[in-house]
């Protein structure tokens, strides 16, 4: 086979005098290989999430390795793995961990190492996630779970087979510091280590057999999708009552509450039980919020206090250090893992509550454990921190699969593994521009981000972020310490309510695109290089020395502020104090979302589309099924009318998905795809057609009608 004659001339090459130790490739999936170096850790990425293949990556197409075998090397030096993948000379770089400021990552060194996002883009990330893509269509993961260094085309070694050429800076104006490089190079602490690589053909192809291979993605339940508000932190039962009863008397949607640390007894660290200050009956207050329609999410952090109820069970599987005074439990431990997730079931699951905010578990060096922390099991304080966030969000899921009621919620830490895992990444920086390119860099990496509005200095700004949150996996003000609501800056609060319930009649079509990322991979939200027919606008560029340094073409040329939103809608939002933006339109004709009309083709255009509207694109034959504005997701069972907005002057064609939105059902195959067809009739007229549903049991649908949008 193809992948054993690289195994046997990776065995012949020879480097600077040190053999390279062969990688053992071996076929794992339809384009997927995986590769041995050395002796890799019995703990890793994918132990940690105990991440298993979704079934349709076997569906997926047979494709060659995507390098030429004598260029791969892996070897053990030092008690180190290096790694060395080629690069060729216009080849672009996504992903890298949860990067802020840049999409493009080629020339970047980087440690991907868990922590809070420190406002640089150094791979201190709140997922370091050791996942690549190529411009050229191909993916490679390192399943390390330790701090592993990245030289994304900086290296330059002496036997390079594109070396850079030698300039006299004396004379020559083209010299640069930063000389071409051909290669992408990873340092594994660790003495072996396994690789994966995806094959394309695209680098979406790419992407989707890595989140496949990692279970797929997430499938929220609808109510996930709808609006969400934090609290304030000290709330007390009838303080979140009222909240929730204004939100409905001002028709605004609602349909979940988030609870900030004071639901808890003592917090930082927690006892992981109601404060019955706050809430005296915490039953009655659950299921009357369930019966408002409003479910409840609980902040946490995993640090035990002494006053928690468990803290004496649990504390001999917890670490040898504490964090603010709190106990670390080693969640690889069984035992460790049934206290704990016992008392948040016995305690709030049990009684109705939905989900949780797993917060602080990417760290800070100061609070954090240091990596000479120990822990019962053995890991080290490093494979504990490069995990600790994906365990904790592995452990929480049986507490809601058991009920067969999914959840949807928040965490500060991930990574490679926790592709379906339903739990979004947020953080305590708030640079809006930052926050839309971590949206962009979240799907290019199998994770979810969303670009959270806190507060704002003006009604502006507020409603350019509500703009975003909006276009995004979830919708939430995290009023914990600012107490906003949606109306609070009453210039722009009509339309950030249109805002809103633009989001919920959008949930039709968000429910079927989180639908193809759970089955097909396919992230909901990506950037726009994973999109077919698009190019970066060239006259920006710059053309000095673009051939010898693509890490100056990785700066100037990027485009980190407009996505794809789904199959067919692109995204470019405006940020405070811009009146006008640059838009760049692949290839194909484009149209306004709001009116239908034309907008561009392949072209880039400036709009200038006023404070109200955040611009959105439809593809040519793009098909957005919408629902009425509910002020809550409708209900397992409940049917919603439908309207199927058809774009554009071509034949089109859309997958409706659907299933009881809030069970586990559809996992035993209770689901439905429903096909949309726009055909043009006898008179060159655009016509829609749907199939029926398919399952008795599954029909979230009533009435259906057709807006063509660009036809008048
Ligand atoms: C922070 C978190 C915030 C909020 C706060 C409450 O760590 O990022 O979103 O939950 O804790 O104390």
């Given at each position: 086979?193809?992948?054993?004659?690289?195994?046997?001339?990776?065995?012949?090459?020879?480097?600077?005098?040190?053999?390279?130790?062969?990688?053992?490739?071996?076929?794992?999936?339809?384009?997927?290989?995986?590769?041995?170096?050395?002796?890799?850790?019995?703990?890793?990425?994918?132990?940690?999430?105990?991440?298993?293949?979704?079934?349709?990556?076997?569906?997926m197409s047979e494709q060659p390795f995507p390098f030429s075998e004598d260029e791969v090397s892996g070897t053990v030096t030092d008690g180190k793995t290096n790694l060395r993948f080629p690069l060729e000379k216009d080849e672009q770089l996504f992903g890298f961990g949860l990067n802020f400021q840049t999409v493009h990552q080629r020339g970047k060194i980087l440690q991907l190492h868990m922590d809070h996002y420190g406002g640089k883009d150094n791979g201190r990330t709140h997922a370091p996630v050791p996942f690549y893509v190529s411009s050229k269509g191909y993916g490679v993961f390192v399943n390390a779970a330790r701090y592993i260094n990245v030289y994304a085309g900086t290296g330059v070694r002496k036997d390079s087979k594109y070396?850079?050429?030698?300039?006299?800076?004396?004379?020559?104006?083209?010299?640069?510091?930063?000389?071409?490089?051909?290669?992408?190079?990873?340092?594994?602490?660790?003495p072996g280590t396994?690789?994966?690589?995806?094959?394309?053909?695209?680098?979406?192809?790419?992407?989707?057999?890595y989140n496949l291979f990692n279970g797929g993605g997430v499938l929220p339940p609808r109510w996930g999708l709808g609006f969400t508000q934090r609290v304030r932190s000290l709330f007390k039962a009838d303080e979140v009552k009222q909240e929730a009863d204004s939100f409905s008397v001002k028709g605004y949607p609602l349909d979940f509450i988030g609870l900030e640390p004071g639901w808890q007894s003592r917090s930082y660290p927690g006892t992981f039980e109601w404060d019955k200050s706050r809430y005296p009956d915490p039953a009655a207050f659950v299921k009357e919020m369930l019966?408002?329609?409003?479910?409840?999410?609980?902040?946490?952090?995993?640090?035990?206090?002494?006053?928690?109820?468990?803290?004496?069970?649990?504390?001999?599987?917890?670490?040898?250090?504490?964090?603010?005074?709190?106990?670390?439990?080693?969640?690889?431990?069984?035992?460790?893992?049934?206290?704990?997730?016992?008392q948040l079931k016995k305690d709030q699951v049990d009684i109705g509550v939905s989900g949780y905010k797993i917060?602080?578990?990417?760290?800070?060096?100061?609070?954090?454990?240091?990596?000479?922390?120990?822990?019962?099991?053995?890991?080290?304080?490093?494979?504990?921190?490069?995990?600790?966030?994906?365990?904790?969000?592995?452990?929480?899921?049986?507490?809601?699969?058991?009920?067969?009621?999914?959840?949807?919620?928040?965490?500060?830490?991930?990574?490679?593994?926790?592709?379906?895992?339903?739990?979004?990444?947020?953080?305590?920086?708030?640079?809006?521009?930052?926050?839309?390119?971590?949206?962009?860099?979240?799907?290019y990496i199998g994770v979810l981000w969303t670009p959270e509005v806190r507060a704002s200095k003006t009604a502006e700004e507020w409603l350019r972020r509500f703009q975003t949150v909006v276009f995004s996996p979830m919708a939430m003000i995290n009023a914990w310490s600012s107490g906003t609501k949606p109306w609070s800056y009453p210039e722009v609060a009509a339309q950030v309510k249109e805002l809103s319930l633009l989001r919920m009649r959008m949930m039709p079509y968000w429910y079927s695109e989180f639908a193809k990322y759970h089955f097909e991979g396919t992230p909901v939200f990506r950037g726009m290089s994973l999109e077919p027919g698009y190019q970066v606008n060239s006259s920006s560029a710059v053309k000095n020395n673009l051939e010898d340094n693509p890490y100056l073409e990785a700066v100037t040329r990027e485009v980190k502020d407009q996505y794809m939103g789904g199959e067919y809608l692109l995204v470019a939002p405006l940020f405070a104090g811009q009146t006008s933006r640059k838009v760049v339109l692949?290839?194909?004709?484009?149209?306004?979302?709001?009116?239908?009309?034309?907008?561009?083709?392949?072209?880039?255009?400036?709009?200038?589309?006023?404070?109200?509207?955040?611009?959105?694109?439809?593809?040519?034959?793009?098909?957005?099924?919408?629902?009425?504005?509910?002020l809550h997701a409708p209900r397992a069972g409940e049917k919603v009318d439908l309207e199927i907005r058809v774009y554009g002057e071509k034949a089109g064609s859309y997958r409706l998905y659907d299933d009881d939105g809030e069970t586990f059902d559809y996992e035993k195959g209770n689901y439905d795809w429903r096909s949309i067809r726009i055909e043009k009739d006898a008179s060159g007229k655009l016509k829609g057609s749907i199939e029926p549903p398919h399952k008795k049991a599954v029909q979230s649908y009533g009435k259906i009608t057709w807006k063509f949008m660009t036809e008048k």
């Open positions: 086979m193809f992948y054993r004659l690289i195994n046997l001339l990776l065995l012949v090459a020879v480097w600077n005098g040190v053999a390279a130790q062969s990688i053992r490739w071996s076929a794992v999936a339809p384009g997927v290989w995986k590769g041995v170096v050395g002796r890799p850790e019995a703990y890793d990425l994918l132990k940690a999430s105990g991440a298993t293949p979704a079934p349709a990556l076997k569906t070396p850079p050429v030698e300039k006299d800076r004396n004379t020559d104006k083209s010299w640069s510091s930063r000389p071409y490089s051909d290669a992408v190079e990873l340092l594994v602490p660790a396994e690789v994966y690589v995806f094959a394309g053909p695209t680098a979406l192809d790419a992407v989707r057999r019966n408002k329609q409003i479910r409840l999410n609980l902040w946490i952090n995993p640090y035990v206090s002494k006053s928690a109820p468990f803290y004496k069970a649990i504390t001999p599987y917890t670490g040898s250090h504490t964090v603010w005074t709190g106990e670390v439990p080693d969640f690889t431990i069984p035992k460790a893992r049934d206290i704990f997730f016992g917060d602080e578990v990417d760290g800070y060096d100061y609070y954090l454990w240091p990596d000479v922390a120990t822990f019962p099991s053995g890991l080290s304080g490093e494979q504990m921190r490069q995990t600790y966030g994906v365990l904790a969000m592995k452990n929480s899921i049986d507490l809601f699969k058991n009920k067969n009621q999914r959840t949807y919620g928040l965490v500060r830490a991930s990574n490679a593994g926790a592709n379906s895992y339903p739990y979004v990444l947020y953080n305590d920086y708030y640079n809006h521009e930052d926050f839309i390119t971590a949206l962009i860099n979240s799907g692949p290839k194909g004709r484009w149209y306004d979302f709001y009116t239908g009309a034309f907008a561009g083709d392949g072209e880039v255009i400036t709009v200038t589309p006023g404070l109200d509207k955040i611009p959105v694109y439809v593809k040519d034959g793009g098909v957005i099924p919408m629902m009425p504005p509910l």
